[in-house]
């Protein structure tokens, strides 16, 4: 098949000829250009087809069903080859390369990527008379240098890593009767989004891939994947995660900047918890790459980023419609639907999933129903636009915390709760658009973000504890510290930038502006409970506040030498606050009132209204900078530095307040390595890592939520090590980290010292078995979770945990049966720990004095699953 | 697996503890009650504030719980500040024994120092479930008392020979009184450093001002005699005022009031001599005496 400017090459000592088209495309993407030619082997694998006579059978050559288009290698970009690499691949009868050998090279960069890509192409056999045989093809790749050097979309930003589009079309090859099939020409256009650059050696891209069969039944299992980080969950199904990240408890993701495809999910002003983050609403099939950056070292990353920043990126690589149903231990049960057409790019899909589960033990059921749908469309001949809308709704129940003492006693069980009363609702509705267009000039990016979003939470960490008697007040019974948290937020935002690329001292250089704008209007409101109704007896806080946030920031990409890059800038960062509190004398009370009167119309001085309205402004300037030196071809050492700022909670507040946010301060220094031993890639990674907090957030159980501490340190170090290839994938990493009050230098408790965690799987045709000519394919996989021992409050340490899970899955044509084993030795133990004073009614007397309190980690549990997929494997 | 995790714990535990700790320590330690110190075979007398003379023959109380607090209470709220250490039994104390006595579940809580404790008695009050089995004489009769005290009160050669139990019933409790606030000491005095090498707590009970606002007179039905009779015994019938002493009462002409002689004056819930008896024991100062034992 021909094409205008089609140019016929003969490449090394093959036969085969074919077209390369060609075509100037836009100076950052990246050009492929396919020959296949079917050289059919014997079934001895000949290396060469024999001229075909009249009375040969009839050949079918193979026909491409999955490919794999090589990124620019970043070690390339330096000196920034261009031109074809040809790679003659084997391909067995079964459709998957078995070999594969540089026909024609241009520089060992290169050369490895397109051989180390060619490996994972996969084809319909090329068949003799009807029956698969092995061949040859060869692949060319056409490579060319992108003239933006790898652009930083860091979390929050509309852009992800480059990844190739899906094909415009593939000529099908037609066989002849007696000659083998003219080959095609396959010629791709890679429009592709602008790569993300490294900001040292704490910034992670996390491709899932074959990952997914161990780490995919959470949003939270697929950030584990991520070097030091911890997941827990005191309160249940449908709250925030609690996440551990290099020596920070963040909570709910307070200390963690979380985005899904740019749009930010940290919530201001939470009831729970400033910058409370609940990632549940994600389906984990739709999740592509997950790029945590950990520290706060690009100009990218906004608020919350105090530990780092998560950004989920979406899109389906899979092409398929998938339809899966799931049940299991606890009655659970999940149900998702998911469509990404196969001619339309990985930006394109809609998902949508119901999951219901009685939960384990007591009082743990929760029901939640989540859709998300993107289109991703093209601008002009080079731009990209997308728009995101996803919706989310759960009702859960919690357990909550049990006192040691109680469950050592037998009044509650391991799996227990004091309250069975604890529990909550949440809505979210999102809405993105954003578009990427790039020039010759450089990239312009622009985003505008809506979300709409509702919780409510009902914990009681405390039983009876609090609603203490007042004197002068008519008598009234302990009514219980059952806290309802209510919270609503409507957000809205943008985000844009605009990189400029040129030329110094020989090599590229850049610079990018941008901006982020954010307008939250929220209204906090946390009640207290009388036990056992939802009949609110005080108010603890009534807000209604208005908050916003702008942003500038310019980073710049330098290259003074050719082994070093200087990356970094700075940021400035405004919040406005305008909070007014609806019950300012909460807590006020005049002798011999008949109760408490909340939101009382006086106070200590006299009579006055019970509104009080605080405003305040701040500007911070944040520097960021990091430093990458290629010291040789796989090896760069990398060092990093970075303020942050972290908004504070709208109840903390005060008038004319100068500086009402937490301030940041990290750096580290570290080793990236990565090299590809084909068919095998290997990376790895070390850091050293130190961050100081001047205001720290720790969870108060009194009120249920983050108040306000003094400053923190934390520093440690990690190492992270990823091997992957054709028949497994392996990713490990260790984290050791040590955080202390600056005050009196005691440790801030609750953090790990160290976590570890081993993900593997491997994969591949069972044998040579077929059904229906339908091959059968396997993945299991395992995964080790270790987290060291905890400080606790009063000097006590929570012992080590040890985490198995297992999972396996048999695929055959359009059929998937899986099954997940999690806590595969039913090990028994506390998932958090705390340490309170907490009265339950668990002795005759109330118990004021502080003791244990935890929530348990999962039993052992299975999960079935049945899912047909209608893809191109199904089709084979 | 367990070699493995093992091996991990160890590596993990080594770096944990390079590191220092979170401060404080959960500390628990025995309880032990009694009265002061005392030769026992001495009566047990002391003089009130009122003037009276004391000898009690017995004497018990029910305590509990205990909270000691690192700040004195507030006087707006029944229950405040931050308890460090608790003893959440109800115990009964001999006051009269100085033996020290082993008290059930002991105290427990983190390290610190206190200065104030928060003790709870024993009440009838419907709205509290007390469920400590009280022995005789606390409990008898269908009756139930936070104090049983038996004894003489002497004063001005009246002599008023008094039994019965000290009580905290719903009649005691109202808007000015509730009964949080009734059935509690607020904030009894204390000065204690909690270490993880603390001794036992030791408490000490003295009685000696318990009827500091006390009148025994309150438990005599009948009030003093005008005596002009030369003394005759005539019941206690006005005589005229003769100045003698009137031989059916154990009050003089000039007594504060007449008790009958032979008579052990009781009381109920209402007296106030109950009141005034409740109030001396919630004392914060002299009263309870809190150490720590090596």
Request: glycine fraction near 10%; charge should be negative.
């Amino acid at each position: 098949m021909h094409q205008p400017g089609c140019r016929r090459h003969r490449l090394g000592g093959g036969r085969l000829v074919g077209c390369v088209i060609s075509r100037k495309e836009l100076s950052f993407v990246f050009r492929i250009a396919l020959i296949t030619g079917a050289f059919v082997l014997g079934d001895e694998g000949a290396a060469r087809a024999e001229p075909a006579a009249e009375s040969a059978p009839p050949v079918k050559p193979p026909e491409v069903i999955e490919e794999n288009r090589p990124p620019y290698p970043s070690e390339a970009l330096i000196d920034r080859p261009s031109g074809d690499v040809a790679v003659t691949a084997t391909v067995g009868p079964a459709g998957d390369v078995n070999g594969v050998e540089l026909t024609h090279g241009i520089v060992p960069a290169l050369d490895r990527a397109a051989l180390n890509a060619a490996t994972r192409w996969r084809f319909r056999p090329a068949e003799r008379d009807g029956v698969p045989v092995a061949s040859r093809v060869q692949l060319l790749f056409h490579f060319e240098p992108p003239p933006t050097i790898a652009a930083q979309p860091s979390a929050g930003t509309p852009s992800t890593p480059a990844v190739p589009s899906a094909p415009r079309q593939i000529a099908p090859v037609e066989p002849s009767a007696s000659q083998p099939a003219e080959p095609s020409a396959i010629d791709v256009t890679v429009r592709g989004r602008r790569e993300a650059a490294s900001h040292g050696a704490s910034d992670f891209e996390i491709t899932v891939g074959h990952l997914a069969v161990i780490a995919n039944q959470k949003p939270s299992d697929i950030l584990q994947l991520a070097p030091g980080i911890f997941i827990a969950n005191e309160g249940g199904a449908g709250h925030a995660d609690q996440v551990f990240l290099r020596g920070f408890d963040a909570e709910q993701g307070q200390a963690i900047e979380f985005t899904v495809n740019g749009v930010p999910i940290n919530e201001v002003d939470n009831t729970d918890g400033h910058g409370y983050a609940d990632t549940h609403f994600i389906i984990p099939e739709v999740v592509k790459n997950l790029r945590v950056i950990e520290g706060p070292f690009s100009p990218h990353q906004g608020d919350f980023a105090e530990a780092g920043s998560a950004d989920y990126q979406l899109g389906v690589v899979d092409r398929r419609l998938e339809i899966s149903a799931s049940y299991g231990s606890f009655k659970t049960r999940r149900t998702l639907a998911l469509w990404a057409p196969e001619n339309e790019r990985e930006g394109t899909f809609a998902a949508a999933q119901l999951f219901q589960s009685d939960g384990f033990g007591t009082n743990r059921a929760s029901t939640n129903a989540s859709a998300m749908a993107e289109y991703e469309g093209e601008i002009g001949t080079h731009g990209l636009w997308r728009i995101l809308g996803t919706a989310y709704g759960t009702h859960f129940q919690t357990a909550g915390v049990v006192r040691a003492d109680d469950v050592a006693s037998g009044r509650v069980s391991f799996y227990g709760s004091e309250d069975p009363n604890q529990g909550g609702d949440a809505q979210r509705y999102t809405l993105s658009l954003d578009l990427q267009n790039p020039s010759d000039m450089g990239v312009l990016a622009q985003q505008v973000f809506l979300t709409w979003r509702t919780l409510r939470i009902d914990e009681d960490f405390t039983g009876f504890l609090l609603d203490n008697q007042t004197f002068g007040q008519t008598y009234h019974p302990q009514r219980g510290d059952m806290i309802e948290q209510d919270y609503t937020a409507f957000t809205a935002g943008g985000r844009g930038s605009d990189k400029l690329v040129g030329r110094l001292l020989g090599r590229p250089q850049s610079i990018e502006v941008g901006y982020y704008a954010r307008y939250d209007h929220t209204t906090p409101e946390i009640q207290r409970l009388r036990y056992g109704t939802q009949i609110p007896y005080a108010i603890d806080e009534n807000l209604t506040t208005d908050i916003v946030n702008l942003a500038l920031y310019a980073e710049v990409d330098l290259r003074p030498t050719r082994w070093l890059t200087l990356r970094g800038g700075v940021r400035q960062e405004y919040f406005d606050y305008n909070v007014l509190n609806q019950c300012a004398t909460a807590g006020e009370f005049v002798q011999n009132a008949p109760l408490n009167q909340t939101c009382a119309p006086f106070d200590n001085s006299g009579p006055r209204l019970p509104t009080q309205r605080s405003t305040a402004t701040a500007l911070a300037t944040e520097p960021k900078i990091t430093a990458l030196a290629q010291l040789s071809q796989p090896l760069t050492l990398t060092a990093s530095y970075g303020i942050g700022v972290q908004s504070l909670d709208a109840i903390y507040i005060t008038q004319n307040e100068r500086a009402p946010f937490a301030t940041i301060t990290a750096a580290e220094a570290g080793m990236i390595f990565h090299e590809a031993y084909i068919p095998v890639d290997l990376s790895a990674r070390a850091v050293g890592f130190y961050t100081h907090v001047d205001r720290d957030l720790i969870f108060n159980p009194l009120l249920g939520r983050l108040t306000q501490s003094t400053g923190t340190t934390r520093d440690g170090a990690l190492i992270s090590v990823r091997a992957t290839g054709q028949w497994f994938d392996e990713l490990a990493s260790a984290t050791y980290a040590h955080a202390t009050y600056d005050q009196d230098g005691t440790l801030v408790p609750y953090v790990p010292s160290v976590i570890a965690r081993s993900d593997s799987t491997v994969f591949g045709p069972l044998g040579r078995w077929r059904l229906r000519g339908h091959r059968f394919t396997g993945t299991a996989g395992f995964a080790v979770n270790f987290v060291g021992p905890r400080a606790l409050p009063f000097s006590q340490t929570a012992a080590s945990t040890l985490d198995l899970d297992a999972s396996v899955s048999i695929r055959w044509s359009f059929l998937r049966i899986g099954l997940l084993a999690q806590n595969l030795t039913n090990a028994r133990y506390p998932l958090s720990e705390f340490f309170y004073a907490s009265n339950f009614n668990s002795r005759s007397e109330p118990t004021l004095a502080p003791t244990e309190h935890f929530t348990a980690a999962p039993p052992f549990s299975l999960l079935a699953t049945v899912s047909i997929l209608l893809d191109a494997e199904s089709q084979r | 697996m367990k070699l493995w995790h093992g091996a991990l714990e160890v590596v993990a535990l080594l770096v944990l503890g390079c590191g220092g700790t979170t401060g404080g320590h959960l500390i628990s330690m025995p309880l032990h009650a009694g009265g002061i110190a005392r030769d026992v075979s001495q009566p047990f007398a002391f003089t009130t504030s009122q003037g009276w003379t004391v000898e009690l023959d017995q004497a018990e109380v029910v305590l509990g719980p205990l909270y000691f607090n690192i700040d004195p209470p507030e006087p707006s709220v029944f229950r405040s500040g931050v308890v460090i250490v608790q003893a959440t039994e109800q115990f009964v104390v001999d006051v009269l024994n100085p033996a020290l006595q082993d008290v059930l579940g002991g105290a427990d809580g983190e390290t610190g120092h206190a200065v104030s404790v928060e003790i709870g008695f024993y009440t009838t009050a419907e709205s509290y479930n007390d469920t400590i089995t009280l022995p005789a004489p606390l409990a008898a009769d269908g009756q139930q008392g936070t104090a049983y005290v038996a004894g003489e009160a002497t004063k001005s050669g009246t002599v008023v020979d008094f039994a019965g139990r000290v009580q905290i019933t719903n009649a005691l409790v109202s808007g000015l009184n509730p009964i949080d606030d009734v059935s509690r000491v607020a904030g009894a005095v204390c000065d204690l450093t909690f270490t993880t090498t603390s001794g036992p707590l030791q408490l000490r009970v003295d009685p000696s001002h318990w009827f500091d606002q006390a009148d025994f007179c309150s438990l005599v039905a009948t009030s003093v005699d005008d005596v002009s009779d030369g003394g005759a015994s005539d019941g206690g019938a006005s005589d005229g005022g003769d100045g003698s002493v009137d031989t059916d009462t154990n009050a003089p002409a000039s007594g504060p009031c007449a008790p009958t002689r032979g008579t052990v004056y009781a009381w109920t819930d209402t007296n106030p001599f109950n009141t005034e008896a409740l109030a001396g024991l919630g004392g914060s100062v002299g009263v309870y005496d809190f150490t720590l034992g090596q």
